[in-house]
C-alpha cells in the first residue's frame, strides 16, 4: 500500500472510531473531530512504519 493510502485509510478508520464515540458521548461533531485526530496519528504511524521498512531494504 502506498504513503498516501496508508493516511487515508487511517483517517477513515479513525473518523469510524469518533462517529461511535460521539454518538455515545451524544455529540457527533466532537467525536468526529477527534477521530479525525486519532486516525492521522495511525496513518502517520503506518506511514513511518512502512518507511523504516523500506529503509532496511
Given at each position: 500500500m502506498k504513503a498516501n493510502n496508508?493516511?487515508?485509510?487511517?483517517i477513515?478508520?479513525?473518523i469510524a472510531i469518533?462517529?461511535?464515540?460521539?454518538?455515545?458521548m451524544d455529540n457527533l461533531a466532537v467525536?468526529?473531530?477527534i477521530g479525525v485526530a486519532i486516525g492521522?496519528?495511525?496513518?502517520a504511524a503506518w506511514e513511518k512504519q512502512a518507511k523504516d521498512?523500506?529503509?532496511q531494504e
Open positions: 496508508k493516511m487515508g485509510a487511517g477513515a478508520i479513525g469518533g462517529v461511535a464515540l460521539g454518538i455515545s467525536g468526529i473531530a492521522a496519528g495511525i496513518g521498512e523500506s529503509d
